[in-house]
């Protein structure tokens, strides 16, 4: 493997979409609910097209796939319900055996995410679509690495793709009172201040009334327990 040094993910960033997509999804929801991510790439869903769904656990992005009519395969390290039992970082699949690749909420757990990410590139098509979902302020989980914004580019311009949106899935203070592990009442406070936050961002009155669009987008991808990403696989 060839990695570039250094990195311009901070000016990527300037350049990069950070708007949340509007859900146009109509189909049956998965457990891990994927209308935003789906939503985000439905233009380039052609029916017939291959989804490899990388850490598929319950397969329940299956009937989301059916939805668009994609030709479904769903791959995970232990889930008796995959169709394949496989590790990510040496996936089983000849290059170029997806036109997409959906990966929702499993690279914060790979060791190495760099060999990942080249594993996706390799299987995917020329031009093909990589989205998902990956931990930065959620607490560890049995986890490894979790991608800050700058963190998602990085690691996926240096691996093949260029990134075409971002933006944040839930709010940090959300994660750390449903999945912390802080006593009950603890968690019960965290949430209690994540809604008194969310109801009076005025008590920011320069950000609430002067900031702009662009500027309140990157301020809520900071704060974001997830990130959900859009990047597509580069021609050469």
């Known amino acids: 493997m060839r990695f570039p040094v250094g990195t311009t993910a901070p000016q990527d960033l300037r350049s990069c979409s950070l708007a949340r997509p509007v859900v146009t999804y109509t189909g049956p929801r998965a457990v891990r609910d994927s209308a935003e991510l789906f939503s985000a790439v439905a233009a380039s869903l052609a029916p017939g097209a291959r989804l490899l769904d990388l850490g598929c656990g319950q397969r329940d992005q299956a009937p989301v796939a059916a939805h668009y009519d994609l030709r479904y395969a769903g791959v995970d390290y232990s889930s008796p319900e995959a169709d394949l039992l496989a590790d990510a970082h040496a996936l089983p699949f000849s290059d170029a055996s997806f036109d ?8 914060e757990h790979l060791h ?12 995917l098509v020329p031009g093909g679509l990589f989205f998902g979902a990956v931990s930065q302020g959620e607490p560890f989980h049995e986890s490894y690495f979790h991608h800050t914004a700058l963190g998602v580019l990085a690691l996926l311009n240096a691996t093949g793709f260029t990134v ?4 944040p899935s839930y709010d940090t203070l959300h994660a750390l009172a449903v999945m912390g592990r802080y006593p009950r009442l603890t968690r019960l406070l965290i949430e209690a201040l994540h809604r008194f936050a969310k109801a009076t961002p005025f ?3 320069r950000a609430f009334l002067r900031g702009s669009k662009r500027e309140k987008e990157i301020e809520a991808i900071h704060r974001a327990a997830s990130v959900c990403f859009v990047a597509q696989r580069l021609h050469t």
Do not use: C, D, K
Request: hydrophobic residues 50%; proline residues 7%; aromatic residues 14%.
């Open 164 to 167: 075409r949106q971002m933006w």
């Open 203 to 205: 008590l920011a009155p």
């Open 100 to 107: 997409h690749v959906l990966s929702y909420a499993v690279f």
């Open 112 to 123: 190495n995410p760099y060999i990942g990410a080249t594993e996706v590139a390799r299987v």
